[in-house]
């Protein structure tokens, strides 16, 4: 069975940019969440997404954004890309909810110049 | 407001000896989840074991165990018999409705 599939791997951005992150999850696992992973801040929740409906949200402004698509791919956008925005951005998946086991991908590392 | 304390920034300790990883998490819940979660260099994290509150038994998955005290609000994770390739950082997490890491132990296991 294939892994959680993170796209890009890399990414490099400037200030005032717009973002789109992918995500792919296991095969019929239908929740997807994503956290973003800062020296100083640590790793952080950003979302989840299930059976693409938002089903919980961390404290991020509204420039992060997401969402799933029927097949339980999902992406995340960040508009607006500030510095502090240079991240590394995981995504994991699990069958149904957040508190089973987590599956995550490597990850997405965004760097904003 | 939920928080998560990992008091150990670093870590390190021979192969074959024990270590013990300690967290501690602050919530007025009574129903929750608890987590370790390992990411070694190639970032990847990989759950290591998960404790649900109302279970009074410590978790257990092969060489690594966790000492869940609830009225302390205490989930430390024990490695017995530690391998080089435990080497890694490793997150304790907290959920109820989101999820909660900590700020991570690095550990090294030096041969």
Not at chain 1, 40 to 46: I, P, S, T, V
Not at chain 1, 60 to 86: A, H, I, W
Request: proline share 4%; glycine share 6%.
């Amino acid at each position: 069975k294939a892994g959680v599939t993170q796209t890009p791997r890399y990414l490099i951005k400037t200030r005032g940019q717009q973002v789109t992150l992918s995500c792919s999850p296991i095969s019929g696992h239908r929740s997807v969440s994503w956290y973003q992973q800062t020296p100083g801040q640590g790793l952080q929740f950003l979302f989840e997404y299930f059976s693409e409906t938002q089903r919980n949200k961390g404290n991020f402004p509204g420039r992060f954004s997401g969402r799933q698509f029927s097949n339980s791919r999902s992406e995340m956008n960040v508009s607006t890309l500030e510095l502090g925005d240079s991240a590394l951005y995981l995504c994991a998946s699990s069958l149904e909810a957040i508190n089973e086991k987590l599956f995550f991908g490597s990850g997405t590392q965004l760097s904003v110049l | 407001a939920q928080t998560v304390t990992q008091s150990q920034p670093e870590m390190s300790v021979q192969e074959a000896e024990t270590v013990t990883l300690s967290c501690t998490y602050d919530t007025s819940e009574n129903n929750y989840y608890l987590f370790w979660y390992k990411q070694p260099p190639s970032r990847q994290m990989i759950l290591v074991i998960r404790q649900e509150a109302y279970k009074q038994q410590n978790a257990t998955e092969n060489r690594f165990s966790v000492n869940f005290q609830k009225a302390a609000k205490s989930f430390s994770l024990k490695i017995s018999d530690s391998q080089l390739g435990d080497t890694a950082m490793y997150f304790c997490a907290f959920k109820d409705d989101k999820i909660i890491f900590g700020k991570g132990t690095r550990l090294h296991i030096l041969p």
